[in-house]
């Protein structure tokens, strides 16, 4: 049965009335936090308020820095809210003329409070991520498959802010509920400059964004623990050491002449997180790190009641390795198995477990396998290499370093690669200096690529006709690289 006039009019008066006091106390809580935010973030063209409005924008009252009183020293006049409009409402409710008064004080204090709709109108800008090297130069916007490491950042944010949580409340065994949806990023845009996604904060409908929380701390404290590790030093006694572990999962893609600059807020640089970093970060507590294997390979053994199979790579420990298996991954190794003995090679993606001496112990998990079209390219490449391994120092009329064991490797890894790309096949030979040189004819031009033993590339290109030698920068063993040199026009 529906309410009686009276009982109607009642709940109207209540139900205004907690509005504008919830209002009141969001407005009291932005002003509180302005001056504490006014100091801690700034930026190169102003200061970056809580709600990521700049100072002087006067876009809203209430995100402006806010004004000295006259004749005041160093104190900050806050914003007061007055009792007036909740006792306006209850005395206009009395002669029925609330709804539309009470609508339009509701969207007045909303706007004072930054509120648009219930949500909040200005992001935070939370960080900018500066991708460096490799796949990140030289063109715009951002590789799809890096994408991956933005949701890992913002696991790792996560994960610390949750032992910092535990850290501050030791009574509490348990992260308050929802803890985890307090922590809202958004991919804003990726600005130019190699590629630099950007990520916004959002809050949930309803609520606004804090000044500092324990997702801001542990933004800072990683790009902390970065930087220390990346001059030499161990992390900050700030950073919860249970927790370096977390590092696993963010950068496992990067490349080796990859890196990740880290900058909080709108700064306009931070620390450089590169694969050495995050190996030494996550070793600093455990005896194992994780990292992404891209290899060539035999299977040995596939055991299809665990889900299980043993994997010999080509530029992996001599013996094969245990690997695990999905359904679809299964269904890959089924078909290169052999009944006896080894398949086909295939080329194997997956995340590796490495000991600290950089062996891989096993695979945690294989993401793709797929048989090499080649193979027959691949066995006269791995023979010319043997035959490489077996040259002495004195090879050129008494002269001559033999070639250096790691230099081997970068060339015969590299060289294999180029397998995947539409280029002629190379000629491979030692260097005087240790290294090896990889030489091509190509449309009327003699190319070579030198793999340096002091870990560079140089190439050069010269061309027969007219005799003109170009001598391009190649990033260090970057087969695609070297594919785009070889395609001559």
């Known amino acids: 049965m529906a309410p009686s006039t009276p009982g109607r009019f009642r709940f109207r008066v209540k139900a205004v009335a907690r509005d504008v006091m919830r209002l009141r106390l969001f407005v009291a809580a932005r002003s509180r ?5 006014h100091q801690q973030a700034r930026t190169s063209s102003g200061t970056l308020l809580v709600d990521g409005a700049r100072e002087g924008a006067g876009s809203r009252g209430l995100s402006q820095h806010p004004e000295r009183p006259p004749g005041a020293s160093g104190q900050l006049r806050r914003p007061t809210i007055s009792k007036r409009p909740a006792r306006e409402c209850l005395r206009r409710l009395s002669r029925g003329a609330c709804n539309s008064w009470a609508s339009g004080t509701l969207r007045e204090t909303h706007a004072a409070a930054g509120l648009h709709n219930g949500s909040v109108v200005d992001p935070d800008l939370f960080a900018r991520l500066r991708l460096t090297g490799g796949r990140f130069d030289g063109g715009e916007g951002m590789p799809v498959e890096a ?11 996560l994960g610390i802010a949750k032992e910092l949580f535990r850290a501050t409340h030791p009574a509490r ?3 308050p509920r929802g803890f985890a949806e307090r922590l809202q990023l958004r991919l804003r845009t990726v600005e130019a400059g190699s590629a630099i996604p950007v990520l916004e904060r959002v809050a949930a409908t309803g609520t606004l964004l804090p000044a500092d929380d324990e997702f ?3 933004r800072d404290v990683i790009e902390d623990a970065v ?9 900050p006694s700030a950073f919860p050491r249970d927790a370096l572990v977390l590092f696993n999962r963010f950068g496992q893609t990067l490349r080796p002449d990859e890196a990740i600059e880290l900058r909080r807020g709108a700064a306009a640089s931070g620390a450089t997180y590169t694969r050495d970093v995050r190996k030494r970060l996550v070793l600093n507590q455990r005896r194992t790190f994780q990292e992404e294997v891209e290899d060539i390979g035999w299977v040995s053994q596939v055991d299809a009641d665990h889900m299980s199979c043993l994997i010999r790579l080509r530029m992996g420990p001599p013996s094969a390795i245990p690997a695990p298996l999905d359904e679809m991954t299964f269904a890959a190794i089924k078909e290169v198995l052999e009944p006896k003995g080894e398949g086909p090679p295939v080329r194997v993606s997956g995340i590796g477990v490495f000991d600290t001496d950089q062996r891989l112990i096993r695979f945690d998990s294989i993401h793709d396998v797929s048989v090499i079209d080649d193979a027959d390219e691949l066995a006269r490449l791995d023979r010319r290499f043997e035959e490489l391994a077996a040259v002495r120092a004195g090879w050129l009329d008494g002269d001559g370093v033999a070639p250096d064991a790691v230099v081997l490797d970068r060339a015969r890894r590299s060289l294999a690669e180029l397998l995947n790309f539409d280029v002629p096949r190379p000629r491979v030979f030692p260097t005087p200096e240790g290294g090896v040189q990889a030489e091509w004819t190509v449309a009327g031009h003699e190319i070579s690529v030198t793999f340096e033993p002091d870990g560079t590339l140089y190439a050069v290109s010269v061309n027969l006709a007219s005799g003109q030698t170009e001598e391009p920068e190649l990033a260090a063993d970057n087969a695609e690289h070297i594919a785009r040199l070889l395609l001559v026009p």
Request: charged share 20%; net charge neutral.
């Open 147 to 157: 994408l991956v490491e933005l949701a890992a950042y913002r696991d790792l944010v």
């Open 227 to 235: 930087a220390a590790v990346a001059g030499g030093a161990d992390p």
């Open 216 to 218: 801001t701390q542990a």
């Open 173 to 175: 065994q348990r992260v």
């Open 33 to 37: 936090a302005a001056p504490r935010a």
